[in-house]
């Protein structure tokens, strides 16, 4: 029956392509898509699509985007992945519920929208007797109210004139805790202190939030003024970011120097054996190709089974079986009208099956790679 529902999408947006009919308003497919919606698409656990955009939005972002042949290849092959395979995508919390992000693959996908479960955690400075309203900061970033903190942060920094480490670096985290990455650098280069962007305290925390970002060029200015002391909490840091910074600009031979040199100054036999062994393991990787992907795809599915999505896979090869059949069957009967329809959707499924199989092998090298670095980061980011 679901797929049956997946067929009909398509058939609304094909009768209703701005392709083949220059004419009609694009409201017209939109109220086509809203029936689907309403009357049809009403999943029996959730009652939405495990998807975001769901499929009926993606049908008209690709339909309104792209031309007619395009279009469909991106819609089939939007059809044959839905709800599969969730360890492929990220997530995003949409109306309290989480679901799997995928935009079209042209369409750059807003980094906000990417579900973010962490929790940070205030910082205190031991050398320094937080007052009530320091512990009020904190309580607050505690939980979880970033931007409560935010304000009693910059209220602070107004009325009382604290210039703080400690104020700056939660200051830092409020930032982390929004998403608002952007924010953060901005206020760090303009408004901060020099005082306080010198201290290793606030470069470390920097360098967290650019990760985030990619931002190696700032990452590796900043890596550079922190000095290579006597105190080993601090070039224990400046290694450890330095081998997360090289991983994740796979470079793994310059990863496994400074994490080397990390082993060296700060011994921890569980965590070093860690980092060499996921070094290895990247250095080592052998990618998925995605012209052997979209090869095996000429048999339907066999694609997806090579970029291990093994539920896409089968549905692959039942619907484009299935429209096969049934194009078969008309011309048999001689509805060679209905044939031809339904040969359009098998084509459609048949060149989404090959497409979506050979983004899917880059999809995997991506997401094997990003695994690697995010245990590498998480082993290694609180050193001290």
């Not at 009919?21 to 109220?31: K, R």
Request: positive net charge.
């Amino acid at each position: 029956m679901h797929l049956l529902k997946n067929v009909l999408i398509i058939i609304v947006c094909v009768t209703n392509s701005p392709c083949l009919h220059a004419q009609t308003e694009m409201s017209a497919l939109s109220d086509y898509v809203n029936i689907y919606k309403k009357y049809l698409h009403r999943d029996e656990g959730s009652g939405t699509c495990a998807m975001y955009p769901s499929c009926s939005q993606y049908g008209l972002i690709v339909f309104e985007d792209c031309y007619f042949p395009k279009a469909m290849m991106y819609m089939a092959d939007r059809l044959i992945r839905c709800g599969h395979d969730f360890n492929c995508y990220d997530l995003t919390l949409n109306k309290g519920q989480l679901l799997l992000l995928d935009f079209p693959p042209y369409a750059e996908i807003p980094r906000t929208y990417i579900h973010n479960n962490k929790q940070y955690y205030s910082y205190t400075d031991w050398d320094i007797k937080p007052d009530s309203t320091l512990l009020f900061i904190n309580h607050l970033i505690n939980k979880q109210m970033y931007q409560e903190a935010l304000i009693e942060i910059e209220k602070t920094q107004f009325q009382k004139r604290l210039l703080t480490t400690q104020l700056f670096t939660n200051k830092l985290i409020c930032y982390k805790g929004l998403g608002q990455v952007e924010n953060a650098i901005f206020d760090y280069e303009v408004h901060f202190p020099e005082s306080i962007k010198n201290s290793p305290k606030i470069k470390f925390e920097m360098l967290d939030i650019l990760l985030t970002v990619e931002n190696f060029d700032m990452a590796r200015k900043l890596l550079a003024e922190i000095p290579d002391n006597n105190i080993n909490s601090i070039i224990s840091q400046k290694y450890a970011w330095q081998g997360i910074f090289s991983a994740y600009q796979e470079n793994w031979n310059e990863a496994s120097k400074y994490f080397n040199l990390l082993a060296s100054s700060n011994t921890e036999p569980k965590r070093d054996k860690e980092n060499f062994q996921l070094i290895q393991e990247a250095a080592t990787f052998k990618k998925k190709k995605p012209w052997v992907a979209a090869s095996l795809s000429l048999i339907p599915g066999l694609g997806y089974v090579y970029t291990q999505r093994p539920k896409s896979a089968l549905t692959s090869f039942v619907m484009n079986s299935l429209l096969g059949y049934a194009v078969f069957t008309s011309i048999k009967q001689k509805n060679y009208g209905t044939a031809a329809l339904l040969g359009v959707f098998n084509l459609s499924f048949y060149i989404g099956n090959i497409s979506g199989s050979k983004r899917s092998a880059s999809q995997y090298n991506q997401r094997k790679l990003q695994k690697i670095q995010s245990t590498l980061y998480q082993n290694n980011k609180s050193i001290n």
